[in-house]
């Protein structure tokens, strides 16, 4: 089970940091991402870390924003959201597959369930 939380209402410019805590999977032998969706478009990819947090990926709307990492003695993973845009606007939910590549292209084996972050302008 994956639990995300921390989204709520920032205005742009401000950060955010989101947490999911799994349970009950291997989460220090799977890579870890969050994904979004925004209202009337398709999820999309926002970021992934490897198994061990040494590598990471991100969207290139969110590079150099957004930073994701991991705790695996607590089992969960953030993703620091800094320099807020409206069009960040989404629902973000935390995924995983035990391959970071399959992760990366979108290949999802555990959805938690998402939680809402809205940024006024």
């Known amino acids: 089970q994956l639990q995300a939380s921390g989204g709520g209402l920032v205005q742009a410019g401000g950060s955010l940091r989101l947490s999911c805590a799994a349970s009950?999977?291997?989460?220090?032998?799977?890579?870890m991402g969050w994904f979004r969706q925004a209202p009337g478009k398709e999820r999309e990819f926002v970021s992934v870390?490897?198994?061990?947090?040494?590598?990471?990926s991100y969207a290139d709307s969110v590079k150099g924003r957004f930073t994701i990492s991991r705790d695996n003695a607590k089992n969960t993973v953030y993703l620091q959201m800094n320099s807020l845009k409206p069009e960040d606007t989404a629902v973000y939910y935390c995924?995983?597959?035990?391959?970071?590549?399959?992760?990366?292209?979108?290949?999802?084996?555990?959805w938690g369930k998402g939680t809402l972050v809205t940024v006024s302008s």
């Open positions: 870390i490897s198994i061990s947090g040494d590598s990471t």
């Open positions: 009950g999977l291997a989460f220090s032998h799977a890579a």
């Open positions: 995924a995983t597959n035990p391959v970071y590549s399959n992760l990366r292209a979108g290949r999802v084996h555990y």
